[in-house]
């Protein structure tokens, strides 16, 4: 699986929460106001998209219709994956201490952290 642009995950941003097959210009409009993007622009990133195998166009319904290839559930997994090897060596752990020695944390978020946790354990 290759890794989207900021761009593109935006498109599929608006293709996942859409749950069912999406036209260009729902895809447009939906991106108004992030984006100030043409059709054509639009186009050929979801063509882009379509060649990395993210997206598939149904042309058999006189409008192109796209649907997501694949999970936004598996993408952030292996974009998870990457990021912890990446930048803190597969330790969980020494995210949280880095995300806490800076401030990022809050403890509404520890509670929120320690409450999650709390409930894996139980199942």
């Known amino acids: 699986m290759k890794k989207l642009g900021e ?3 935006e498109i599929m941003q608006v293709i996942w929460n859409a749950k069912t097959p999406v ?3 729902y895809i447009l409009k939906e991106l108004f106001g992030q984006r100030k993007w043409r059709l054509s622009t639009l186009m050929t990133s979801l063509s882009r998209l379509g060649e990395k195998g993210f997206v598939a166009c149904d ?3 006189g409008s192109n219709l796209y649907t ?3 999970s936004e559930n598996d993408y952030k997994a292996k974009e998870s994956r990457n990021f912890l090897q990446r930048l803190y060596n597969n330790s969980i752990p ?3 201490a880095t995300l806490h020695s800076n401030q990022m ?3 509404s978020d520890l509670a929120e952290l320690r409450e999650f946790l709390d409930k894996l354990e139980e199942r």
């Open 7 to 9: 761009a593109e995950l």
């Open 23 to 25: 036209t260009s210009n």
């Open 59 to 61: 042309r058999s319904t």
């Open 68 to 70: 997501s290839m694949i």
């Open 94 to 96: 020494n995210m949280i």
């Open 105 to 107: 944390l809050e403890e």
